[in-house]
Nanobody, 129 residues
Framework: QVQVVESGGGLVQPGGSLRLSCQIS????????MGWFRQAPGKEREGVSC????????DYVDSVKGRFTISRDNAKNTVYLQMNSLKPEDTAMYYC??????????????????????WGKGIRVTVSS
């Protein structure tokens, strides 16, 4: 059984930082391409960042470029999202997801949500003073 578990969320002031972690069990993590997604209240879920199986290819939605960094540690079955210079508009539920379909995920610039096979339950990030 595949389990996807996010951690590291919480409340942070504008300009602050958080690091999200996502650990996966029950699959061969090193073969999977990973993405971070978010959904703000009243909005559709969007892709934030994604990384291919080797870590050699990454992409980001324009609104987080230069502030967020995605990385992975295949030895720990974990993908990370380092979030710096956080803004109130980054407030959302953040989800981690996995897919074997590298092409669809990267060509869509992390927006092909239907390509993702396994999803976590999400973790809340609130940016507020």
């Amino acid at each position: 059984q595949v389990q996807v578990v996010e951690s590291g969320g919480g409340l942070v002031q504008p300009g602050g930082s958080l690091r999200l972690s996502c650990q996966i069990s029950g699959l061969n993590f090193e073969y999977y391409n990973m993405g971070w997604f978010r959904q703000a209240p009243g909005k559709e879920r969007e892709g934030v960042s994604c990384i291919n199986w080797s870590g050699g290819l990454t992409d980001y939605v324009d609104s987080v470029k230069g502030r967020f960094t995605i990385s992975r540690d295949n030895a720990k079955n974990t993908v990370y999202l380092q979030m710096n210079s956080l803004k109130p508009e980054d407030t959302a539920m953040y989800y981690c997801a996995a897919t074997e379909n590298e092409t669809r995920l990267l060509r869509s610039r992390c927006q092909a949500l239907d390509a993702l096979s396994y999803w976590g339950k999400g973790i809340r990030v609130t940016v507020s003073s």
